[in-house]
């Protein structure tokens, strides 16, 4: 009994600490000011050695894949997955809008520092291009349930539909309104460019 105890409680130690480095690097990517997230930077961030971030999480590489996926935890994506799927499908294409903003703001430059490392780090890019697939086809989802609705204007694709819901529900484009306006007037804006785009009254939120 006192063995499996003391494995229980090794266990949950090296869960907490792989937690401390993850947060460590979330705090770092979410600076303004550049950091190139070496497994150095972390460590120090973390009050840990390099040794130990390389032995809890293992290479830069799977450093940074952790912290991709543990993002979706930080911003609460579910909510997102949650609003595209109400009953009512033009209120689910305005609450999508409105809940992927409020994801995107959540730790913004840490989204944007990832976005940029996707380009240069094969890995990270991959990942990152599963979750936008996966994103999409949300989107297409909730594109083909409007139409069948007849909740956006009459002739639109569903190809137009999901490309406009995808485009405009991502986090490029909440960052670009982000330059001059705060978060709320952005995602307002957003509504407004999605609901006139699909031909949806926003007045039936």
């Known amino acids: ?5 003391d494995m229980g409680r090794r266990g949950q130690a090296a869960a907490d600490t792989r937690a401390s480095i993850i947060e460590a690097a979330h705090r770092l990517l979410n600076q303004r000011d550049g950091s190139a997230l070496t497994l150095q930077e972390v460590a120090t961030a973390a009050g840990v050695s390099r040794a130990t971030v390389y ?25 997102v997955l949650s609003a595209s799927r109400l009953d009512d ?16 703001s959540v730790i913004p430059e840490a989204v944007r520092k990832t976005l940029a ?3 240069i780090d094969a890995e990270i890019g991959e990942l990152v291009q599963q979750y936008e697939r996966y994103r999409q086809a949300e989107m297409t989802a909730l594109a083909r349930r409007a139409l069948k609705a007849g909740a956006v204007r009459p002739g639109l694709s569903l190809k137009d539909a999901a490309a406009t819901l995808a485009l405009l529900t991502g986090f490029p484009a ?6 001059e306006h ?20 926003p007045h039936e939120e």
Request: hydrophobic fraction near 50%; include cysteine.
């Open 89 to 104: 499908p033009a209120l689910a294409v305005i609450a999508t809008v409105r809940e992927s903003c409020r994801a995107w």
């Open 55 to 79: 032995k809890s999480v293992g290479s830069r590489r799977e450093l940074l894949a952790a912290v991709f996926e543990d993002q979706g935890r930080l911003i609460q994506f579910d909510r």
């Open 1 to 5: 009994m006192a063995r499996s105890y």
């Open 117 to 119: 490392l996707a380009v």
């Open 174 to 179: 909440f960052d670009q309104l982000r330059f």
């Open 182 to 201: 705060d978060a709320a007037a952005a995602t307002e804006h957003l509504v407004r460019i999605v609901t006139a785009s699909l031909g949806i009254n």
